[in-house]
């Protein structure tokens, strides 16, 4: 399980994501747009939108303001013209890094991601240059506590899941992204608890921060997050849970 991965199970946790609730409905928000955009209005025929409702629903976005980002993204109701765009660069120690961006101003966002790289002690890089080393797949972290190893593996093997990871305090389930759906109602439906799930990009490979290093990237991370056109930051960096809870306190 990648740092991405447990920083955000972590925040969770910590209930540190209810300081920036707005925020994140402003992201949820651009992100139903886009899907409606792309895809379409349908939410069951649209499995970006899907996805994307649900996730503003466990949030407990109200249904007006679902529906209106979907009129907007298929153009019933007016509203800013977005543009999604993916920068790849490396943090310290080499960590690579995804930032996927949703901005009304390519310029203005640039110059913000760049200026983050910099103060965070990475930097941009071209087009290609780390995207090679992810692959999109649905994660699912489940809690120990109320979860059982057969029980989950039978329902990644029924359900169309990829894998089962042992995570010290927590399981992580690896799902292809159209069995995610599935894969996760299956789960929640077992009893087991749900600590963070998404379809996103998760690296092939991890590069192990300690120290210094790891503040820095985490740090880099927060920056990155905080920007308001950012839309989600992937990474391949891993770290201890104790450091992570330690610098998340």
């Known amino acids: 399980m990648s740092g991405h991965s447990k920083w955000a199970t972590i925040k969770h946790k910590k209930g540190a994501l209810d300081a920036k609730r707005g925020k994140i409905f402003t992201r949820l928000i651009k992100e139903i747009t886009m899907a409606a955009k792309s895809g379409g209005g349908d939410v069951e025929g649209n499995p970006r939108l899907r996805t994307a409702v649900a996730a503003a629903k466990a949030e407990n976005m109200p249904a007006d303001n679902i529906k209106r980002a979907i009129q907007r993204g298929t153009g019933e109701l007016e509203g800013v013209n977005y543009e999604e765009i993916t920068f790849e660069g490396y943090g310290p120690g080499g960590v690579a890094l995804l930032v996927e961006v949703t901005t009304d101003n390519r310029n203005r966002t640039v110059s913000e991601i760049r200026h983050a790289f910099t103060k965070g002690g990475g930097n941009m890089g071209e087009a290609g240059s780390v ?22 593996m039978n329902i990644v093997l029924e359900q169309g899941g990829e894998d089962l990871n042992d995570d010290g305090e927590n399981w992580e389930i690896t799902t292809p992204p159209n069995a995610f759906d599935a894969v996760l109602e299956a789960v929640k439906k077992s009893g087991a608890e749900v600590a963070h799930s998404e379809v996103g990009m998760i690296p092939q490979t991890y590069v192990k921060l300690e120290g210094a290093a790891a503040n820095q990237m985490i740090r880099l991370l927060e920056t990155l997050e905080d ?15 104790k450091q992570l809870e330690e610098v998340a306190g």
């Open 131 to 152: 995207s090679w080393m992810f692959q999109k797949k649905g994660s699912i972290v489940v809690s120990k506590a109320k979860s059982k190893e057969d029980d989950l």
């Open 227 to 241: 920007a308001d056109d950012v839309q989600n930051v992937y990474s391949n960096f891993d770290v201890d849970q």
